[in-house]
């Protein structure tokens, strides 16, 4: 059974993902509890929305209450015969995945849930101007991921993108080609763009725009998990999409870029993607993190939390008014619904802010109770604004051309075509390294700062099982939460070890003076981090948060994180190993060449 269910701050239900097994489940229970006749059961894996609201509305509901009465919202259930909950939330929606796995995977798959939620919605979620189509996408990736990834593709056990290793002369070829694409685009009045190359889910090359904002490792994942979820006989050659992407997180502008993605499946099994920014980020950034604010507010309110509320308020202002300013600055031709929404916007923010002013005068109750009564109203508002002045993606009215572009790269590259599709069936083997590394059968060797990896695909008649592989992951994970950078562990028949390390740019080691393990034991977090804390991209940024710890005077640009997961025969040694994992960094330097992994 495993299952997701979205409920708005009023207890209702969103939107709900279940298999078939959870949907009968539920149905079972509510028949039990007279919710249902006797002999009815719900056909398919959709169960009525008031069905779920009464069995689940007494979870939710305590929920709700230990988070606002005592700010110790549950993290998760754990019931009988296995069966757990896990809580998640973002933007007053509470989030409850429901499965038969354990209570950390669980806990995975919710972090993945959210954040494909921000990808398919930027800040809209589950709004009716946002569509069915964003929906169906959300709905195609997480069955994409929690039925055909999750457990059987290594690239999504470590959340990072694999790195296709082609020699430096064709290597050349795709990025000219790319360039030009991107030089064509620019041409066209889109100035705002990134052109990847993946073949057989491998990425061969990422160019952008000087103007783009650079892409966030995650949004490399989510792309290429996009474009399979988007994958079957039936689906067309070229597809466009509207998504919002991520951005880097040390850019100002980041946390939401309203985009296109422009889906072309050429010969060879290679797929182009054309993402195509559209919106004003400044403004967008503005308003996206407006919601965040407009949501802590909220929280602090429900919380009672009288002093808490004048620091929540001001900051509260503050956003506002940076988004009214971006507004006029970056919106000079503004269509008359657009300007509509903006007077009721301002107009609700003054009526808002004339509440507060007087509430802080005198702390009267029912002055409170009157501004709660009018936040609903205000945020419904924040959306609308979000809608009009963010998602507006008619500019964008040259996708008949990124078809043509799409052509374009598909002849330049079709003499490479069948060798580039040979090769990401064959990209790393581990025979090429035995001679060198005797008794090493498996590794991962993961670049977080670009969120790209480079190991030996899976293979069915492989030596290391896929279950020691996804376990080994696990302890690592385990141990870097405990603030371990380097875990050397074995059983009776392999020998496991972990490194975690940083680099600057030119790529000589950086050593923090920070304790990772002693700074966790003292804070009782597995990071300084909101949750969920598990490490991972599609998760949350948690490297760039790492490094941020261990390096506060560096700018996260200048700091790399680099990861490497070794799996030896049980018969080598704790320093062979050792040794192995240095001399194996700097063979496969040389293997990527120039371009530094």
């Not at 971006?326 to 000079?332: G, I, V």
């Not at 025969?569 to 192995?580: I, K, M, P, R």
């Amino acid at each position: 059974m495993n299952g997701l269910i979205v409920f708005n701050s009023a207890n209702d239900v969103v939107y709900q993902k279940l298999n078939l097994p959870l949907a009968q489940k539920i149905s079972d229970v509510a028949i039990a509890q007279g919710l249902l006749p006797a002999g009815v059961q719900e056909t398919g894996c959709v169960v009525d929305s008031n069905i779920l609201l009464q069995i689940f509305s007494p979870i939710v509901g305590s929920q709700r209450i230990m988070q606002c009465q005592f700010d110790n919202a549950y993290a998760s259930l754990q019931c009988e015969q296995g069966f757990n909950l896990v809580f998640g939330e973002l933007l007053g929606f509470t989030f409850l995945k429901i499965g038969h796995i354990p209570v950390e995977q669980l806990g995975r798959q919710m972090g993945v849930a959210i954040t494909l939620t921000r990808y398919c919605y930027g800040a809209n979620l589950f709004a009716a101007q946002a569509g069915a189509m964003q929906q169906e996408l959300l709905t195609q990736c997480l069955d994409c991921y929690e039925t055909l990834l999750w457990q059987e593709d290594q690239a999504y056990l470590l959340e990072s993108m694999p790195k296709l290793l082609i020699n430096a002369e064709l290597k050349r070829t795709v990025h000219l080609t790319l360039d030009a694409t991107l030089e064509q685009l620019r041409q066209a009045g889109l100035p705002r763009a990134h052109a990847l190359l993946i073949v057989s889910n491998k990425l061969v090359a990422a160019n952008s725009t000087r103007q783009a904002l650079p892409l966030a490792a995650s949004d490399l994942l989510f792309l290429s998990l996009m474009s399979r979820a988007l994958q079957s006989p039936k689906s067309p050659a070229h597809r466009a999409v509207a998504v919002f992407l991520q951005g880097v997180s040390h850019d100002v502008n980041s946390g939401c870029v309203p985009s296109i993605v422009h889906i072309s499946r050429l010969h060879g099994n290679q797929v182009l993607l054309q993402v195509i920014e559209y919106s004003s980020m400044p403004l967008t950034s503005c308003i996206y993190d407006t919601f965040f604010v407009f949501q802590k507010i909220i929280t602090v309110q429900h919380q009672g939390d009288s002093d808490a509320l004048k620091p929540a308020y001001e900051n509260l202002e503050s956003f506002v008014g940076q988004t009214l300013t971006a507004l006029k600055r970056y919106l000079k031709q503004r269509p008359e619904d657009l300007e509509n929404c903006i007077k009721k916007f301002s107009a609700k923010w003054e009526n808002l802010r004339k509440m507060y002013s007087e509430y802080f005068k005198n702390f009267e109750r029912e002055l409170l109770v009157r501004i709660e009564s009018n936040l609903p109203s205000f945020g419904e508002e924040l959306k609308h604004l979000f809608t009009l002045a963010c998602c507006d993606s008619s500019s964008v009215h040259e996708l008949d051309q990124l078809s043509d572009t799409a052509a374009n790269v598909e002849a330049k590259l079709l003499e490479f075509a069948e060798f580039l599709a040979v090769k990401a069936t064959r990209n790393i083997s581990i025979d090429a390294y035995l001679e060198d590394f005797p008794g090493l059968v498996h590794f991962m060797y993961v670049n977080r700062s670009k969120g790209q990896m480079l190991a030996p695909d899976l293979r069915p008649n492989q030596l290391v099982p896929k279950t020691k592989l996804w376990s080994m992951v696990e302890i690592a994970r385990s141990y870097l939460k405990k603030g371990q950078t380097t875990v050397i562990w074995k059983d009776k028949a392999f020998h496991y070890s972990y490194f975690l390390w940083f680099e600057d740019q030119s790529g000589s080691i950086l050593n923090s003076t920070l304790d990772l393990q002693q700074h966790f034991l003292s804070t009782g977090a597995a990071s300084g981090q909101k949750s969920p804390t598990e490490p991972g991209a599609l998760t949350m940024d948690y490297y760039h948060d790492l490094a941020e710890l261990c390096f506060p005077k560096l700018t996260p640009a200048k700091v790399r994180v680099y990861e490497l997961y070794c799996i030896h025969l049980g018969l080598v040694t704790a320093t062979c190993a050792v040794e192995h994992a240095r001399r194996l960094v700097a063979t496969i330097s040389d293997v990527v060449g120039e371009e530094t992994f």
